[in-house]
Nanobody, 122 residues
Framework: QVQLVESGGGLVQAGGSLRLSCAASGRTSGSYVKGWFRQAPGMEREFVSAISWKGDITYYADPVKGRFTISRDNAKNTVYLQMNNLKPEDTAVYFC???????????????WGQGTQVTVSS
């Protein structure tokens, strides 16, 4: 299994930016789809973004398209999520994920990080 550790969360004003990082260890083969989910208080965890193992194909949930950018550096076993023009509704715990798969339009993952809090004030 892959161990994932997120960093980069914090408090930011609306319109601001944050960059999340996710460092992988353990079974760190680069041939995994990796990405991000988020969970707001009282809500279910939702898909945010994913990236192919080569980094040439990316996927985004509609609410973040045009504002968030996912990238990866396989040499560093790290995935990034650049979040720009943040909105209060982006407030959530953000989870890094690996071994992701989309089935019947729903993204799932077999490995999870512990999560990092992102809070956007209005």
């Amino acid at each position: 299994q892959v161990q994932l550790v997120e960093s980069g969360g914090g408090l930011v004003q609306a319109g601001g930016s944050l960059r999340l990082s996710c460092a992988a260890s353990g079974r760190t083969s680069g041939s995994y789809v990796k990405g991000w989910f988020r969970q707001a208080p009282g809500m279910e965890r939702e898909f945010v973004s994913a990236i192919s193992w080569k980094g040439d194909i990316t996927y985004y949930a509609d609410p973040v398209k045009g504002r968030f950018t996912i990238s990866r550096d396989n040499a560093k076993n790290t995935v990034y999520l650049q979040m720009n023009n943040l909105k209060p509704e982006d407030t959530a715990v953000y989870f890094c994920a690996a071994e992701m798969l989309r089935y019947n339009g729903i993204w799932r993952a077999d490995s999870w990080g512990q999560g990092t809090q992102v809070t956007v004030s209005s």
